[in-house]
């Protein structure tokens, strides 16, 4: 189903700001989360040049780019070198905007490239041009683009990365009711990635699409934690494993570790390759840094590629043989942990906190006061008072439990249900 364009104004207007600019901008995210329609779309209103680099040799690569611009240049040269296609724009009679999309397909097979790159916008772009170059492999354009000893180091006037939409953009484009449990259900099924929302239906349930994106014959998603890893330049068997290990609920690095059957001190790599290309976070209890602290707990961040893991992954073989019931057990409480991530977003600063048997699901500095706490507890269903008031009381009880409580006295506490979804008047 194809959705219409919502949302990405802000990453509109920095597009814009750039091309009053002129000279080099880097556009990144990872794959399907809507570079490319942004860019084109956006291309559109400046009357602009764009081509996608393709997987091929050299000379493949240039042709392919000429072939895609050649409509729009003023020329009769055919390029055979880099450094002859960039003589020719910089000839044009007009200011232009290019986009060269998937760059890092041509650093790969050209190292040379990003320093004949370097040379032209040194001394050769004209005055008001604008090229940007965009990437899906968050590693590699992080390489070409944020490593001191990079050609294009310092380059670019600046790096836009393009994030997975918000669920209120998802509900835009469906056109479902951002207030029902049942848009979220399906919204925690396919994330923020533009590209899975295609596969939404209106009148499906999320069962119906996870049966769909998942669990079908021949599955839209079936290698897709494959695919991202791949375009990461992420191989072996390690790093799956450990996305298979906390998919099914270890979230320690010894429960990984043990799950593996390997010393925790094997996983820092692999560990560290998965937060460099945001497949994993990393969750600190609240008031804590890296340096202050070894509690750590990780999560996969893409709720699609949580599903994954967490539900197609152990239960895929059996999956037929589960009742209505129990595959919606499965996808509601799937639905739960990316709801706890969707209140967190909502409070700036909200962390997880956790101590010896004190586990909160959300603290946060209090906007309204700033020596104060937020301390909420987040329920995947809709509450009763009674039930409001009942969480509300355990959540003080754990409270007085907790260390946190010495080095703040005002606190004020919360309970969050699917309540929270529907719009405030």
């Given at each position: 189903?194809?959705?219409?364009?919502?949302?990405?104004?802000?990453?509109?207007?920095?597009?814009?700001?750039?091309?009053e600019?002129?000279?080099?901008?880097?556009?990144?995210?990872?794959?399907r989360?809507?570079?490319?329609?942004?860019?084109r779309?956006?291309?559109?209103?400046r009357?602009?040049?764009?081509?996608?680099?393709?997987?091929?040799?050299r000379?493949?690569?240039?042709?392919?780019?000429?072939?895609?611009l050649?409509?729009?240049?003023?020329?009769?040269?055919?390029?055979?070198?880099?450094?002859?296609?960039?003589?020719?724009?910089?000839?044009?009679?007009?200011?232009?905007v290019?986009?060269?999309?998937?760059?890092?397909?041509?650093?790969?097979?050209?190292?040379?490239?990003?320093?004949?790159l370097?040379?032209?916008?040194?001394?050769?772009?004209?005055d008001?041009c604008?090229?940007?170059?965009?990437?899906?492999?968050?590693r590699?354009?992080?390489?070409?683009?944020?490593?001191?000893?990079a050609?294009?180091?310092?380059?670019?006037?600046?790096?836009?990365?393009?994030?997975?939409?918000?669920?209120?953009?998802?509900?835009?484009?469906?056109?479902?009711?951002?207030?029902?449990?049942?848009?979220?259900g399906?919204?925690?099924?396919v994330?923020?990635?533009?590209r899975?929302?295609?596969f939404?239906?209106?009148?499906?349930?999320?069962l119906?699409?996870?049966?769909?994106?998942?669990?079908?014959?021949?599955?839209?998603?079936?290698?897709?934690?494959?695919?991202?890893?791949?375009?990461?330049?992420?191989?072996?068997?390690?790093?799956?494993?450990?996305?298979?290990?906390?998919?099914?609920?270890?979230?320690?690095?010894?429960?990984?570790?043990?799950?593996?059957?390997?010393?925790?001190?094997?996983?820092?790599?692999v560990?560290q390759?998965?937060?460099?290309?945001?497949?994993?976070?990393?969750?600190?209890?609240f008031g804590?840094?890296?340096?202050?602290?070894k509690k750590?707990?990780?999560r996969?961040?893409?709720?699609?590629?949580?599903?994954?893991?967490?539900?197609?992954?152990?239960?895929?073989?059996?999956?037929?043989?589960f009742?209505?019931?129990?595959?919606?057990?499965l996808v509601?409480?799937?639905?739960?942990?990316?709801?706890?991530?969707?209140?967190r977003?909502?409070?700036?600063?909200?962390?997880?906190?956790?101590?010896?048997?004190?586990?909160?699901?959300?603290?946060?500095?209090?906007?309204?006061?700033?020596?104060?706490?937020?301390?909420?507890?987040?329920?995947?269903r809709?509450?009763s008072?009674?039930?409001?008031?009942a969480?509300?009381?355990?959540?003080?009880?754990?409270?007085?439990?907790?260390?946190?409580?010495?080095?703040?006295?005002r606190?004020?506490?919360?309970?969050?249900?699917?309540s929270i979804?529907?719009?405030?008047p």
């Amino acid at each position: 189903m194809r959705l219409p364009f919502v949302n990405r104004e802000r990453e509109q207007r920095e597009l814009g700001t750039a091309a009053e600019r002129g000279g080099l901008l880097v556009v990144y995210g990872r794959r399907r989360v809507g570079k490319t329609r942004l860019l084109r779309q956006w291309l559109e209103t400046r009357d602009g040049l764009y081509s996608q680099a393709i997987e091929a040799q050299r000379d493949q690569q240039i042709e392919q780019v000429f072939l895609d611009l050649q409509p729009h240049l003023d020329t009769q040269l055919v390029p055979r070198t880099w450094p002859e296609l960039l003589e020719i724009l910089a000839l044009q009679r007009r200011r232009w905007v290019l986009c060269l999309d998937e760059f890092p397909y041509l650093t790969a097979v050209d190292r040379s490239l990003a320093s004949q790159l370097q040379k032209w916008l040194d001394h050769g772009i004209p005055d008001g041009c604008l090229l940007i170059l965009s990437g899906s492999s968050t590693r590699m354009m992080h390489d070409l683009f944020l490593n001191r000893a990079a050609p294009l180091y310092g380059r670019a006037q600046k790096l836009l990365r393009v994030e997975p939409m918000d669920y209120a953009s998802f509900c835009q484009a469906c056109g479902h009711d951002p207030g029902e449990m049942a848009s979220f259900g399906k919204f925690s099924c396919v994330g923020g990635i533009p590209r899975y929302w295609e596969f939404v239906e209106p009148d499906q349930d999320a069962l119906a699409l996870a049966d769909a994106l998942y669990f079908d014959f021949a599955p839209y998603m079936e290698q897709e934690p494959q695919r991202i890893l791949r375009d990461e330049g992420v191989a072996g068997l390690n790093p799956l494993a450990v996305l298979e290990a906390v998919g099914r609920g270890a979230e320690r690095p010894s429960e990984i570790a043990s799950r593996l059957g390997t010393p925790q001190s094997n996983l820092s790599r692999v560990l560290q390759l998965l937060l460099d290309t945001s497949v994993l976070v990393r969750d600190l209890p609240f008031g804590e840094s890296v340096r202050s602290t070894k509690k750590t707990l990780y999560r996969i961040q893409d709720p699609a590629i949580r599903f994954w893991f967490r539900v197609y992954s152990p239960h895929r073989s059996r999956w037929t043989t589960f009742s209505v019931a129990e595959r919606q057990a499965l996808v509601h409480d799937h639905a739960s942990t990316v709801f706890e991530d969707y209140c967190r977003a909502r409070f700036p600063g909200a962390e997880r906190y956790w101590e010896g048997r004190v586990d909160l699901d959300l603290v946060a500095p209090d906007p309204d006061d700033p020596k104060g706490l937020v301390v909420a507890e987040v329920k995947w269903r809709q509450l009763s008072v009674v039930e409001r008031d009942a969480v509300r009381r355990n959540l003080e009880t754990r409270w007085e439990r907790c260390s946190l409580r010495a080095q703040y006295r005002r606190v004020r506490f919360d309970v969050l249900d699917a309540s929270i979804l529907r719009p405030r008047p």
